[in-house]
């Protein structure tokens, strides 16, 4: 990562690349078609004759180029919703309709379909193949694509090179810190240029360090344009995104933008010593103030 | 690192260094190539997309047109393209070598299901060809009786019965019979020549135009004349092979040697006949007359084992072999009831006892084969389920990230299928030395053919798909958030 630092292109460059990648949805603000759209969506699981309603009647929709944090406690029903915009599980009742398209008229083939090239998936584990290389673990949504190998394998290699492990390519899981394992699968999420990305306590089995740098990615990941929505139980991650949905016992207690003051509050904690705690907030006090500033910017 | 806080798009780089973060060098060293990476990165990399999009659709990347076809067959019938079938076939040896103990339990179980399926059909094809070998030699205008029955010996029953009066008997008054030749033999007699010694496995004694009632011709030398069997001469035929044990490349014919301290002298020298191997080779044998045999081993001199009797003609040899068989019961004094007191084998005989061995053979050996085989098969679903449990994350995750089911099971089964493929090529080959081991030793012959391999491969495909699809089907159908949160 340091080496990656030492060639780092000069602030303009990469400003410029940034914004000359970035899709118009973000900056133009207008109000482009919601890319996740879920009306009144309900999930229950029975247990024998006991029926249990993990969502119960939830309503919000994502623009193209949203970072969203959904956060709720354990069993707030957030991981089931999650599963849901992920096309992993389906609503027992309510429309959930990504990319305009209504997924309850989807058979299980097109849902894999639209899993491989809509969605790109991180998971608190990392879940990478243990006996596969860094490479090939990118390469792993693409076997399921109708892409040639040689273009995936280009794709990957630079997406591996993006997060910063051009030089461990070669590494399999087992030889990967768990900051490079999700970084890993970040760029595996990636691979096959999805419109979202899901992550599902992306930063839950690393410590806050590390966890800041996979925040970082996060919101460049954003910033180039993709929508990302992630699941968290946290409030510090939560903090990270620029829209948090709370939800509370299968119903959504609260949606707002993440306010430049409402993330002002952890800036005092910038001038502190560089604890672990500190080093998470400090992450995401840039991301804050960088919006911060663009705001006043566009203001 | 300073950065211009004057650039043009002000986001993040100004921010970062107003903010002081303190990662700069490792999360902002790697935030920024990243920002414009991922967005030229995304932006090329769309293109391509695009691009491959068309192309993939345009054509297969099967080489060869035929593999490309058959492909598309498959491809129709699992429902995927075939670039994504190649890729399963692919992910399925990837997984192979990551697993490869599991891996080699299955090919060897698989192996030795194959193993023993190669050597069975190997042998039950050289059994054949073997049978095919004794009939010619057996000849089918001839018969051989032996004396005593073979279907009905009380305990006690001579079976040397066939006497020197048959034997002239028939040779007088058996129609369409133009040889008798009567034989006995004395197995394992030690020969000398010199400082060469030799055991042959058997001495035959027997008369004049032994050679031609076995339709084995002399390649020098004479046959005895009737003269030599009248006295007693120490003359012989010898075979093949102790003819190259005694005297090497030299022409035996006129030379002598000791038969268990007799001196012989050696007046023809018999073909190399040559049959394939299995119950030792008709070359080992040395012929005397059977006078000679009688008096140098001090046997009975009255009865003889077998009498060689060859016919005019093949056509009629069934009403010969009624004339043989009533003719020797009146000599035998028969009568009525009484069941025959020799037994009269001719080549169709011959054969139906062959086959009645060879189908022993392929019982006994194809249960022992369909047994290995279902084992093999057992311990492969047996290792599959537990790999479809132990690579549940694998799977989920795999179906998380878009793959449909069917690519799962496609995965699953050409693991399973290629195993046993593997299994069959180790099993072919383990099979070979196994028969090769056994041809040596004299037990059984063995026929490779392009037969076995087809055998063996078909019958590993089936093992492959019947025990893994069950397995397979597990992998298609785990949910994939169950399996996910299973993993943890």
Redesign the interface.
Known sequence: ??V???????????????????SPDVHGGGHAEALIEVRDVWRTFTQGDLAVDVLRGVTFSIRPGEFVAIQGTSGSGKSTLL?IL?L??RPSSGVYRLAGEDTSTLD??AL??????L?G?V???F?L????TAL?NVL??G???????R?LR??AA??L????LGDRMDFTPARLSGGQQQRVALA?A?L??PALVLADEPTGQLDS?TS??IL??L???N???KTVVVVTHDAATAACARRRIFIRDGVIESDAPITPTAQDMG?PL?GGA?GAGE?AS??C???A??R???AG?SA | MTRDPSATCPEDTVSRCATGCPEDGTAGGVAEPMAGGVSAGMASGGAKLMEGHTQGHMQGRMPGRTLGRMAGHVAAFTGLSPRLLWRALRMAFFALGAYRLRSLFVVAAVSLGIASLTVIVAAVDGASKKAEEITDMFGPDAVLVFGGSTIHRAVGDRNLTLSWDDALALRSSLPGAYLVVPMRAKSAVRLKNGDANYDVPIVVGATENYAEAWNWPLVEGRDFTAEDVRRGARVCLLGDKPARELFGDVSPVGRSFLMAGVPMTVVGRLAYRGMSGGGGSVDDRLIVPITTLTQRFNLDRRYFRALRVKFTDAENIDRHVADLTSLLRDLHGLKGEDPDDFTVLTASEVRRFLSMIKGGLVLFLGITAAAAMAVGGFVLANLFYLSVTERRVEIGLKKALGAPSRAVLVQFLCEAVALTLLGAIVGLLLGMAMGQALERLGFIEMVLSAKVFGIAVVASSVVGVVFGLRPARAAAALDPIAALRGGE
């Not at chain 1, 894999?112 to 090239?117: A, F, K, P, V």
């Not at chain 1, 193949?129 to 596969?132: H, K």
């Not at chain 1, 090179?161 to 910063?164: F, K, L, R």
């Open positions: 990562m340091t990656s630092g030492a060639t780092t292109p000069s602030p303009a460059e990469a400003s410029a690349e940034v914004s000359a990648g970035v599963h992920g992993l599980d299980d083939d894999s379909h639209r899993r491989n090239s969605t998936f998971f608190q584990n879940y193949i243990p006996y596969a090939e792993l949504p076997m399921y694509a109708d892409t040639p190998l273009q280009q794709r630079e997406l090179d993006i997060v910063g595996r990636l096959n240029d360090a800041a740098e970082a990615l919101g460049r990941i910033k180039a344009g800036t910038k560089g080093a400090d992450s006090g840039a991301e103030s960088v911060g500033s663009a910017e």
